[in-house]
């Protein structure tokens, strides 16, 4: 195993267990899953205020639907394929539940306060990942922050290779020219 890269050999390991009910397997997947799959959900900016919830939400799913889970499969991108969907209808909720709420003309006087501040700097690379459009997001936190192969990406995502390069190449290109610009430069 090498930095934050997780063996993957050890990962379906820890599945077999998993599934056979060993609570030893369980621990360590969350110990080891768990802070990869947080900054995959900070990455993106809807989600940020609600990473942890996120987080909790996806390991419940993955616990429901580890039986689905093929020893011969790659476990990462089964896992993100997770995430992604937990992500996805957790946004579906918000927007339902968005267009129930009601707007009124002013807040009552007592009610103001300032607003949270968001701990990603503005001109920070943090605030450049947030500003990228979804998709390239998604790939550039799955390849460089969790360390995914590109097949891996492309299966957790349900698109092809090609597509998942396409997406990288063009949150590159959109990095390079946002840092660019920061240093004075064209």
Same mark, same amino acid.
């Given at each position: 195993?090498?930095?934050?890269?997780?063996?993957?050999?050890?990962?379906?390991?820890?599945?077999?267990?998993?599934?056979?009910?060993?609570?030893?397997?369980?621990? +360590?997947?969350?110990?080891?899953?768990?802070?990869?799959?947080?900054?995959?959900?900070?990455?993106?900016?809807?989600?940020?205020?609600?990473?942890?919830?996120?987080?909790?939400?996806?390991?419940?799913?993955?616990?429901?639907?580890?039986?689905?889970?093929?020893? %011969?499969?790659?476990?990462?991108?089964?896992?993100?394929?997770?995430?992604?969907?937990?992500?996805?209808?957790?946004?579906?909720?918000?927007?339902?539940?968005?267009?129930? +709420?009601?707007?009124?003309?002013?807040?009552?006087?007592?009610?103001?306060?300032?607003?949270? +501040?968001?701990?990603?700097?503005?001109?920070?690379?943090?605030?450049?990942?947030?500003?990228?459009?979804?998709?390239?997001?998604?790939?550039?936190?799955?390849?460089?922050?969790?360390?995914?192969?590109?097949? +891996?990406?492309?299966?957790? %995502?349900?698109?092809?290779?090609?597509?998942?390069?396409?997406?990288?190449?063009?949150?590159?290109? %959109?990095?390079?020219?946002?840092?660019?610009?920061?240093?004075?430069?064209?």
């Amino acid at each position: 195993m090498s930095g934050t890269l997780i063996d993957d050999r050890e990962l379906r390991g820890l599945m077999r267990r998993y599934q056979s009910a060993d609570p030893a397997a369980v621990d +360590e997947l969350v110990r080891r899953l768990s802070p990869a799959l947080l900054r995959y959900f900070c990455a993106l900016p809807d989600s940020r205020r609600d990473a942890e919830d996120l987080l909790q939400d996806c390991w419940f799913k993955i616990h429901r639907s580890r039986h689905t889970y093929r020893e %011969t499969e790659p476990v990462m991108p089964w896992i993100y394929a997770i995430a992604r969907h937990a992500r996805l209808d957790a946004y579906r909720k918000r927007r339902r539940l968005e267009a129930r +709420e009601v707007l009124v003309a002013s807040v009552p006087e007592g009610l103001h306060q300032t607003a949270p +501040e968001d701990s990603r700097e503005e001109g920070g690379i943090d605030h450049l990942i947030a500003d990228l459009p979804e998709a390239q997001r998604e790939a550039l936190v799955m390849l460089k922050v969790s360390g995914m192969s590109l097949e +891996e990406v492309a299966k957790a %995502t349900s698109s092809t290779v090609g597509a998942v390069k396409q997406r990288a190449h063009r949150a590159y290109e %959109t990095l390079r020219k946002a840092l660019g610009k920061g240093r004075g430069h064209a």
